[in-house]
């Protein structure tokens, strides 16, 4: 790991090289900063040049610092905040004769019988509100491919590792469950990318030339979705 000064800030940075002619620098939601230099440049002159970009580097590490929090692995207790739609909630967990969650104001409030449950509790509200949404957006979408007789045989919500959504061949569309904490326009773009697929299976030129032509805008959103769920 490579550092430099900038102020009273210390800026680390991965450097790799490569046979391309520009020095790049790329600074990635995980806080990471990587620079990729010509074979040909001195690490004193890469220095020189991460420095004079320092200041749009610290920018970008405050636009991402915001949003780590987000990526820490929760408790499931009163006072985190978690996600839904794109918005945060304060959760507050109640105990109480029957089990409940719903959003109230700024707080996801969770009333139950016993705390430890709490967590499956929200995954439970989630799904329910994840079929209702998803089906939703589906069902708004689908016109716009009208004239490639989509035929959807169903729509499964489950847990991903990896993976935002997948598609087979005859109409079975998968959504990842936690696609529900994001902004509804990354659902959608999610679900687009989904329904190309089903015109064109691979990643090849006819695929992008549609999903531009449905969502211009889908790299914003694609990105706001890596943000958000990093």
């Not at 691979?202 to 449905?214: G, P, Q, T």
Request: with cysteine.
């Amino acid at each position: 790991m490579n550092t430099i000064s900038y102020g009273q800030k210390q800026i680390g940075y991965e450097l790799k090289f490569s046979d391309r002619k520009t020095l790049g620098i790329a600074v990635y939601p995980d806080m990471n900063v990587v620079v990729t230099a010509p074979e040909n440049i001195s690490k004193e002159k890469v220095q020189e040049k991460v420095k004079s970009k320092a200041r749009w580097i610290l920018k970008q590490l405050r636009t991402f610092e915001k949003y780590q929090p987000l990526s820490n692995s929760k408790d499931f207790v009163s006072g985190e905040t978690h996600l839904y739609l794109g918005r945060q909630y304060l959760l507050k967990v109640e105990k109480a004769t029957d089990n409940l969650v719903k959003l109230k104001g700024k707080y996801l409030r969770v009333k139950t019988k016993n705390k430890k449950k709490a967590e499956d509790l929200v995954y439970d509200w989630y799904r329910l509100k994840a079929q209702i949404h998803f089906n939703n957006i589906l069902e708004d979408l689908l016109p716009e491919f009208e004239n490639h007789d989509l035929k959807i045989k169903e729509l499964n919500i489950r847990k991903m590792e990896k993976r935002w959504g997948s598609c087979t061949p005859n109409g079975v569309i998968t959504l990842n469950l936690h696609l529900i904490k994001a902004p509804k326009r990354c659902i959608e773009y999610v679900i687009l990318h989904e329904l190309c697929h089903l015109i064109h299976h691979k990643h090849d030129a006819a695929f992008y030339r549609l999903l531009n032509s449905k969502m211009p805008n889908w790299k914003r959103w694609k990105e706001k979705l890596e943000i958000t769920l990093a």
